[in-house]
């Protein structure tokens, strides 16, 4: 591992920043129904940070004690050359400085990127996948097709890429399904992470309908299979099952029903420069400003502090259950989840 030339980044809480998540676009060529609304309205092109602004702020967090990166939007394969940026920040890698960089990604461009990716030291990926069935692929992505996204998840594990597929657990779409997902995944060596669904963003239908606590999939899956708990961390808060029966790993991300706040290790950039130190919070900071200032990243750097210095003890994400309103009012494609 190589030394830090600068002190790392550590919040008041004593966590130390070592992941940082960055949300490239906002754009998406699907419209998922918990994530995006039918008619979006996307951010004009001007505000967002140029390529090179992001790596010079990933860079600066690098330089602080950041060891993982995770490009992620909106789709981040929509946006325009963003391989150069893969290429640009793979530097890192090769010097030692991190220890991943990776996407998370809707698939339907992988068939495209998967061996470029793989050649600027991208190892393991996550794919968002919530069934395995053409027609209710079609309704919940409103534009996706599930053959592309099926031969992209092909083409990554061909260039030797480890897939993880994260599905949301929908009440009423996708809930009889879950066991074939991963019984699927598992058979393919690839591990499934569940999420439940977050209220994040005003979109049409209600959250409620669509909420479906984890905790109830993880009993139906105990039914029929042996869950064992599982060390494995990402500093998130997913918490992982070995199923005895497959050999796979089961992920849960409850934020609703859980709080694992006291080991959170990441921060978020958004693709306009705004930095949440909380997926649950609307307090943020504004790096583009710090960028746009000045050429030498003293003030970036002072930026970085002061926001880290803000990061708070934890989220309070509710379901309203009188007004259904969403306890985040931007959406997760703005901060990349
Ligand atoms: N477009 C990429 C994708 O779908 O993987 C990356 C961005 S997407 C916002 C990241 C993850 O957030 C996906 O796994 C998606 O299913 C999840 N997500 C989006 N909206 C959500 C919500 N309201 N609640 C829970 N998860 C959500
Ligand atoms: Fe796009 Fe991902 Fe959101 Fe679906 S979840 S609309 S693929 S950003």
Not at 97 to 103: G, R
């Amino acid at each position: 591992m190589k030394p830090l030339t600068r002190p790392p980044l550590v919040d008041p809480f004593g966590r130390k920043i070592s992941y940082l998540r960055i949300s490239v676009t906002d754009r998406c060529d699907f419209r998922c129904v918990y994530c995006m609304a039918e008619n979006m309205q996307f951010l004009p092109r001007k505000e967002l940070l140029t390529l090179e602004e992001l790596d010079r702020i990933a860079t600066a967090f690098v330089a602080r004690g950041t060891r993982k990166l995770r490009l992620t939007g909106g789709e981040p394969l929509v946006r325009r050359d963003i391989m150069s940026l893969f290429r640009s920040l793979s530097r890192h890698l090769t010097s030692g400085a991190l220890d991943e960089l990776t996407l998370t990604t809707n698939g339907s461009l992988l068939s495209r990127y998967a061996d470029e990716l793989a050649g600027y030291g991208v190892r393991r990926i996550n794919v968002s996948l919530d069934t395995l069935d053409a027609d209710k692929f079609r309704e919940i992505t409103r534009r996706g097709d599930l053959k592309v996204v099926l031969a992209g998840i092909e083409a990554a594990r061909k260039a030797g890429m480890r897939v993880k597929i994260n599905a949301v657990a929908l009440k009423g779409v996708n809930d009889d399904e879950i066991e074939e997902l991963m019984l699927w995944s598992h058979g393919l060596g690839m591990d499934l992470t569940l999420i439940e669904v977050m209220p994040m963003g005003e979109i049409e239908v209600g959250r409620i309908d669509q909420y479906l606590p984890l905790s109830v999939v993880r009993g139906r899956l105990m039914d029929k299979y042996t869950l064992v708990d599982d060390p494995y961390r990402t500093g998130g808060p997913a918490r992982y099952v070995r199923v005895k029966e497959t050999g796979g790993l089961v992920g849960f991300i409850t934020p609703l029903t859980h709080n694992f706040c006291e080991s959170c290790n990441r921060v978020r950039l958004t693709c306009t420069g705004t930095l949440y130190m909380c997926l649950g919070q609307e307090d943020a900071a504004d790096l583009r400003a710090a960028v746009r200032s000045s050429q030498d990243d003293a003030l970036l750097y002072r930026a970085m502090d002061e926001a880290i210095a803000r990061k708070p003890k934890g989220h309070d994400f509710i379901i309203d259950r009188r007004h259904s309103r969403p306890a985040v009012g931007r959406h997760m494609s703005v901060t990349g989840g």
